[in-house]
DNA sequence: TGCCAGGATGATG
DNA sequence: CATCATCATGGC
């Protein structure tokens, strides 16, 4: 099999990338693990990280960046989107396993983003017991009310030196109930040090569990979707109650050989393969 | 109205 | 180690 690379061409304001296999911008971004994009059209987003906002869209041209260099595609985005992976050989090679070729034919195309772990971890924490909508509402507004302008109403995800300098009744706005003093618990550990975020980077996925769950509300369940979503920890499978039933129904053994080293990625299209239509949780 | 949402916590079989 | 009530809120 010949592996077709990817190429980005910037044309005049714009990069298009075109030659991707195995992305499905609509799936990646909606399947629940950010929080920061709006659809606004047929294959086509508006959203924030870095720092950065950026309208995206997908057609049969390819991925066009608008107003990105293609500089910028490549220090940021081609990271972002997890497009310096070959997931055309990793799903061929999930693929092997029927279980996991069903769940990867069933939604083909699904990344998992490589985001920014503060962000990351906020986010999974406001997601606990929640559901994707009123998650995306509450970071929206979090980022509105703390979060740095730039400009056409986009606001950067507030640092957490700026939320752990609030007092609890300034996030009352975001309507984030019981989820809203783990916030704060996590900016003020971030900020103080006692959470260092960069230092995770060069620890062992069980040590850096171990410093994530020190933070109130953070479990096992939230620390690893920042490890996956946030270090690109492919490695890391996150898993509920629900999710452990369904990975001991189907692989009593653990996740077939094939996996490799990528459990993480083949978590993500048996979750959605399971939460779709015709397989609803217990 | 009642139930649910990619959970964590602390207590209890 | 599995299960359970509780937590706060909005959408359906």
């Known amino acids: 099999m010949v592996t077709i690379p990817a190429t980005a061409v910037q044309t005049g304001a714009d990069t298009l990338v075109a030659g991707l296999e195995c992305f499905n911008l609509d799936l990646t971004l909606g399947c629940g693990q950010a929080f920061r994009w709006q659809k606004t059209g047929v294959g086509a987003w508006h959203g924030v990280a870095f720092g950065l906002a950026l309208d995206i869209s997908q057609s049969g041209e390819g991925l066009l960046l608008k107003n990105t260099a293609e500089a910028q595609y490549e220090s940021v985005w081609k990271r972002y989107f997890g497009l310096d992976t070959d997931y055309a ?86 309507r984030a109930g019981y989820r809203a003093s783990y916030l704060l618990d996590a900016a003020r550990k971030a900020a103080s040090g006692e959470l260092d975020l960069r230092e995770l980077e060069s620890l062992s996925t069980c040590e850096a569990r171990v410093r994530l769950t020190a933070v109130r509300g953070v479990g096992r369940k939230v620390a690893d979707c920042t490890l996956l979503y946030g270090f690109g920890r492919l490695e890391v499978v996150p898993v509920d109650v629900w999710m452990r039933r369904v990975l001991r129904e189907m692989y009593p053994a653990g996740l077939p050989a094939c996996a490799g080293d990528c459990g993480g990625v083949a978590q993500q299209y048996l979750f959605h393969w399971r939460r779709s239509a015709g397989h609803p949780r217990p």
Not at 104 to 112: D, K, L, Y
Not at 151 to 164: K, S
């Open 89 to 174: 050989a990793l799903c061929a090679r999930l693929g092997r396993d029927g279980g996991l070729r069903q769940a990867v034919e069933a939604s083909p195309g699904i990344r998992i983003l490589r985001q920014e772990p503060w962000e990351t971890l906020c986010s999974f924490i406001l997601s606990q017991n929640n559901n994707i909508p009123r998650v995306t509402g509450i970071v929206r507004r979090l980022c509105e009310c703390f979060g740095e302008p730039l400009g056409h109403g986009d606001f950067a995800f507030p640092a957490a030196e700026r939320l752990a300098a609030l007092e609890p009744e300034a996030l009352e706005p975001l």
